[in-house]
């Protein structure tokens, strides 16, 4: 006999399976324009609050408001408008190219465009992201060529890492975005490392982790942060929570406490949340976590509020853990409709262009393709040579490799 009743695990579950009624009542939202804009040396202590809240910009009539706003151009915003169609665009071209044949795997953003379109603008040449496969919008706002990007997917003759990598694990120093890892959550160990580096060398550049909500259960997030905040790393350390983690719900790994955001405070970490969907928002907010990282102030923990609307990736299919309309019922909209509202508020931009616009970046990306499939796609045309295989991995070839070379005659 014992006086306690039998223990039992709590094992958190989504509050709507398929087939029912989404609900994002539990989703608190600040109105836009409601969170201060604290300077950027104030103390971590002193600004708690913004791990809890949410820093909106764009309110629902379209205006720009509150003092995070007014940081970007007319230009500056139908750029990033633009790239964020560019993104959407070269998803469903890629998505189809997938159904195709054309490649073996593809993973789009639907959604979450304005979190790495927006977020890129912050950073400058020379820093370094370490990327997921979600952030394809850092490479587009850099202007990397869209036909790089599908050499890669479709691992043909061109492809820049000689098909080495799973489709989408995209590589370019040049455009400050390291070589993508499948093992998630490496990225923040390595941003940390890689900022910690910087400082040492006494250098001016600064870096930027990126995770997911699932990804923050693993090991390296913690350790990262115990890291980045000892020593005061110039790092960017970025949460995009878009709802899920391939079928499981963000619930599971924020163990039932406050927001992935507060995660920093027990580090001392000055943490923020932001709507995802608010491209203005998600700039102006990488634009002060960058500035302190460049002022030797230390890291900043960003949690984008988003969802993701499409599936995981190619070889997921949504319908089987979560309601159909779920994303329509998301409260934070659509990225790209919210920025085009706003534009056309402003009288810089409108309907007609917008379709013109649409038409114009859906030329860009065939040509493109129409470019990247000369060289080949995975089962036709152009593909690496077996000699790249042993390339790219040792300053000099151990002669046990060069021995497997040769005996593949390469
Ligand atoms: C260390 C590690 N564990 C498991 C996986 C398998 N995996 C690939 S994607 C994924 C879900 C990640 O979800 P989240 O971190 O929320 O990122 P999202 O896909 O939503 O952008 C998992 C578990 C992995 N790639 N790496
Ligand atoms: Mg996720």
């Not at 009542?25 to 809240?53: C, F, H, M, Q, W």
């Not at 054309?102 to 040449?125: I, N």
């Not at 990397?144 to 043909?156: A, R």
């Not at 093992?183 to 910087?198: C, D, F, K």
């Amino acid at each position: 006999m014992t006086e306690f009743a039998q223990l039992s695990l709590h094992v958190p579950e989504p509050a709507v399976r398929p087939g029912g009624q989404p609900d994002f009542s539990n989703v608190t939202i600040a109105k836009a324009g409601a969170v201060a804009r604290p300077d950027v040396d104030a103390a971590p202590e002193d600004i708690r609050d913004l791990a809890y809240s949410i820093i909106r910009i764009l309110n629902r009539e379209g205006e720009a408001v509150g003092p995070w706003a007014g940081l970007l151009s007319d230009e500056a915003l139908l750029t990033g408008l633009r790239n964020m169609m560019k993104l959407r665009a070269f998803d469903a071209r890629m998505l189809m190219a997938q159904r195709q044949g054309k490649t073996s795997f593809y993973m789009q953003h639907l959604g979450e465009e304005a979190v790495s379109c927006a977020f890129r603008k912050a950073l400058r040449q020379g820093d370094m992201n370490f990327p997921t496969y979600r952030q394809a919008g850092l490479l587009i706002a850099d202007g990397y060529p869209m036909e790089e990007m599908m050499n890669q997917i479709f691992s043909n003759e061109s492809d820049p890492l000689r098909g080495r990598q799973l489709p989408v694990m995209y590589s370019s120093k040049e455009h400050g975005f390291f070589t993508i890892s499948g093992n998630l959550s490496t990225q923040y160990v390595q941003a940390v490392g890689w900022a910690m580096a910087s400082a040492i060398k006494n250098d001016t550049k600064i870096a930027a982790a990126w995770i997911g909500d699932g990804s923050t259960a693993e090991s390296d997030f913690h350790s990262a942060l115990v890291f980045a905040s000892t020593y005061k790393a110039p790092v960017i350390l970025n949460i995009v929570n878009n709802q899920w983690a391939i079928s499981t719900f963000q619930g599971i790994a924020r163990g039932g406490s406050g927001t992935f955001a507060a995660r920093g405070l027990g580090f001392g970490i000055p943490a923020l949340r932001v709507d995802g969907n608010d491209y203005l928002a998600v700039h102006a907010v990488s634009l002060w976590a960058a500035e302190r990282a460049r002022r030797n102030l230390g890291p900043t923990l960003i949690e984008y509020v988003t969802y993701r609307v499409g599936a995981h990736s190619t070889s997921d299919d949504p319908s089987a853990y979560r309601p159909k309309t779920e994303s329509e019922a998301w409260p934070l909209g659509d990225p790209v409709l919210r920025l085009k509202k706003h534009l056309i508020l402003k009288g810089a931009w409108s309907e007609s262009r917008h379709v013109q616009a649409e038409a114009e970046i859906l030329d860009e990306v065939i040509d493109a393709q129409k470019r990247a499939e000369a060289h080949g796609t995975l089962h036709a045309g152009g593909k690496p040579s077996v000699r790249d295989i042993f390339d790219g991995v040792y300053a000099d070839m151990p002669p046990h490799i060069r021995r497997q070379r040769q005996k593949a005659g390469y």
